[in-house]
């Protein structure tokens, strides 16, 4: 059994275990951390925000699509944050990465997984019962747990790339268990990650970006905290996207913490500390597919000791050729805080603008003390981060915010902010620490020969922080004696949370306890005061006020307070960030729509309700000394400069109904109504992160359109989804597939007599399992699936109600089966099969599990039985060397199904080359540009002659050397010699031309008759002509400048 020895007097003064309590604090890139706000839960109304998307271009290879935007997701000014290279607020929305959270030791630690396995398991399952699970092996557990020897905890793992998302962890068994269900693979590989969507698309992170994580007795380790996203392989050979990076940019950045310990045996201390965490940010470089190119250009420059990176250009390449260039303009590059001001397009030496943004004013420093009790900047003049003021200041949190966008075509759009809301938070939760003070109360006795007393309550909102600044004081500013003259005041609130104690005012002022000898030359004070102010916390809102004043002729006696606190009017309380209160759409000067967003329930308050908040670090430690016997509590109390990248970068208010209304209502509204849960908090030591319900927070519950007829809303349609739960391998300890979370915190330290020999014989008491604290969370998958959408519409004649039910795989969460009744209670049902119902396992090998393979569509009337309409099915075989759809089969009714279509062959990249038709008949696909697009369709033949073969391999290498007009007159040549070789009155062949990432550039139908597409230097469509030269079509662009 470890002793620490101690003498009991060194011991008491010096033991401090705080580190240990808190959870470590790892940095991510400011590209990962920015990326964190893309979560579980959608970006929608139900967050306050409106998600703004700026496309750039949309990479499509033999149909799957990666597209290339900028994003903006700001939800105020968070101090601690370093923006990405777009600028605050503005993700780059290209690659992909997979980014850990460190909880409690990195899983790598060498020895916890067999401890996990091994002790605590079995300890959380149960499989020791008290009487054979030895107090000293428990208290061993508890010890090894808390002093980080082992591992009690699974590293979570945060996947977002496109449409691939999720967040999983491991188990004890290496199994991926996915906190919100999904059907994907996830492998380690040699260099990184591997992912496998449900479609069969392979996804690999490979690409790491490593942070510094402290291990208490091996001091720093880097770790990989980012895999960043290198390559998409789409299943049989049909292409690949490879993603390169710029060189690792790496800095240094500081992590404060400050911690405060009173109580037993020492007196208040206080202590500030700084972790330097190395922080590397890898930048995207290129996006490589078949037959082109995206460059990310970037600049970097240091802004106070932190290394900046910018995105100036994005430019689309086809080989050597420059298709398409974006320009990217900023406040100021070099600098950490930065907005993305300009956005044009380049073509050649002409420059067209394509967006212009404002955005509301901002500091270019940010000390790291100045936050509001979220981690948003307030502005306040504090000293300390523990003890600082945690004001919310709406004018700070919203500075950075964008203000006004100007559109491509002469629109603008202005945004209008305010402070999040939620429901009045009852009880001491840690949403209760957020406070906005915006009122107070003042009031004041004077007393002279007549004495006067106060013994009154003021009332305000309950359970916040509220600051009161009081003073007692005797004089009337002229004369000097102030005998006779007193006065006092107590001011005093009960309760106390988030770090706060109750307010206790005790000021008193006796004019006899002061004399000046008022001799020529000495000056004497005509006024003396003793001031008090205090920022504390009350749970009744009552502030009781006593106090008293005397004071003789000619004398004067004053008490003052002014009472500072949260009003809340309809019972609403501010919380951390901004949502939109307003947008004004104009598409020219005075053709505008204001839209206003209200956050209320149907009785006016706010709608908001609390996701969770930042965990409050503050413990007590019990403190035991025998013989002789003491005892006492010590407090700590800790704050860090910022939080885990997934604490709350999004906003911590989630709204449960939403009205949008448009021009104050003329062109009537929309109410929606979306699901809000509560996150579990951290609210007490060990601190752990509690069970999310992101997963199922932010669904479209309702929504209500009305229009609007003088002063009257009239309700046109209202449409109603129901969600449940759905847990795949089982909930809770009884979930076969799951991972635990263990934390231990000690509670209490014994020290006294434990033998001789031991440096005087006295020492830590060790082997009590009661001396400590655990809680355990467990993981496991579950999702919240929509099973019913009610729509009905309102109408002078009747109404109209259809009701879709969905029913899904127990097991995948597939949609199998999907109702729709309309409101003649007429059924259509839609019945599917995938590769898991039909016991194709090589699909299910190749993980494209969510590949309809049959689908069956019936109707049913009334008490009828279902009657079958029609069916579709898809055989997959072997062709090519791929497993591919080989045959499309359809039948009617109750009939046998038949081949509709077969899939006779593909091409070395996957593509379907020749079909045949049920009737016998052919098409064949001649594939160019690189097996890029279709550039011949041939219909009707046979078979082909070896000089028909080789016209159609002339075309294909023809179109894979296009560089100019004259090439692709080549290209025309061979089509035309292609099409001339087989008799037009039985075959059709049409023929394709293309501007390659910019669109088709001609097309002849199977009479030789063309048609052109031409396009300006910006690659818009701007004329279509046919081959006389006559134009068919014209596109004028109406841009701002």
Known sequence: MKKTIFSIVLYVLTYNISAQELPQITPVSPQAASLGKYGEIPVNLATGKINYSIPLYTIDVNGFQWPISLSYNYNGLVVEQDPPMTGLGWDLMATGRITRQVRGLPDERGGSKLYKQNYIIPYLEWDYSTSNYPENELASIYENIHTKAFDGQQDKYFINAGSLSGSYVYNVNDEIVFLNHRNYIVQ????????????????????????????????????????????????N?????????????????????????????????????QDLRTIRNTPLKKIKFPNGEIRFDITTATDNQVKTSALNTVSVWNGNKKVLQYDLGYSNPN???????????????????????????????????????????????????????????????????LKKIYHPTKGTTEITYEQNTIESTAGNSNGS??????????GQLIGNIQGKDIDTIIQIPANQIVKVYAYAEVGNGSATNMFGAESNINIQTTGGACNYLNINI?????????????????????????????TEYTDDGKIHIRGSVRAPQGKLARIHYTITFEDRPNEDKFVGGIRVARTKDCAEIGNCTTTNYEYVEEDGKSSGKLLGAPAIFKYNIIYEQAPPLYHGIKTYRSAHSMQNFTSYQGSPALYSRVETIKNDGSNGKIIQYFSAFKNGESAAN?????ESKDWKSGKLIKEEIFKKTGSTYTLQSITENTYDEFFPFGRFAQSSL???????????????????GFGGGYGTIEGDPTDYSELSVIDYPKAYKLTKTEHTEFHSSGNFTTNTFNEYDPQKLLLKEQR??????????????????LNNNTLIDQNKVAVPLRSRQYIKSGLNPELKLSEQNTVYGTKSGFYVPIKSQTSKGYNLLEDRIIYDSYTSKGRVREVSRKDGTKIYYVWGYNDMYPIAKIEGYTFFTSTQYSYINQAISASNNITNNTTENTLITKLTQLRNSFNSSTVQLTSYTYKPFIGLSSMTNPRGESIYYEYDGFNRLEYIKDDQGNILSKNEYNFKN
């Open 820 to 837: 729709i009744i309309d409101s003649d209670g007429v059924s259509r049902i839609s019945k599917t099969q995938y590769a898991h119902d």
């Open 237 to 273: 050979n049909q292409g690949e996207i490879d993603f390169e990076y710029h060189p690792t940019i790496a800095y240094v950045k500081k992590v404060y913490t400050e911690t405060e310990v009173t109580g037993f045996g020492i007196g208040p201390t206080y202590d500030f500390g």
């Open 738 to 756: 799951k991972a635990y979370n263990f934390a231990v915190s000690r509670t209490r330290i014994r020290t006294g007599y434990i033998g001789p």
């Open 335 to 401: 600098k950490k805080l930065k907005t993305l001001n300009s956005i044009e397009r380049v073509s050649g030496i002409q420059r067209l603008s394509y967006y212009d943004f404002e955005y509301h004013s901002f500091p270019t420093y940010i000390d790291y003390r100045k936050q509001d009790f979220w981690g948003f900047y307030n502005g306040k003049g504090n000293v300390n981060l523990l003890n600082g003021n945690k004001e919310i200041d709406f004018s700070k949190t919203v500075m950075g915010a």
């Open 188 to 235: 380690n590989t040699a260099n990184g990650i591997k992912v496998i969507d449900e479609r069969g698309v392979t996804f690999l992170f490979e690409q790491k970006e490593y942070g510094a994580y402290t291990v208490y007795d091996d001091g720093e380790i880097d770790i990989p905290v980012s895999y960043l996203l290198t390559k998409i392989k789409l299943p």
């Open 506 to 534: 005790n000021e008193a002022v006796y004019g006899e306890e002061y004399f000046c000898n008022p001799e020529p030359g000495n000056t004497c004070p005509t006024i003396r005061r003793k001031v008090d102010n205090q």
């Open 686 to 690: 060990p601190f752990i992160e509690r």
């Open 433 to 442: 620490c957020s406070f906005s003070h915006n009122k107070s109360i003042t």
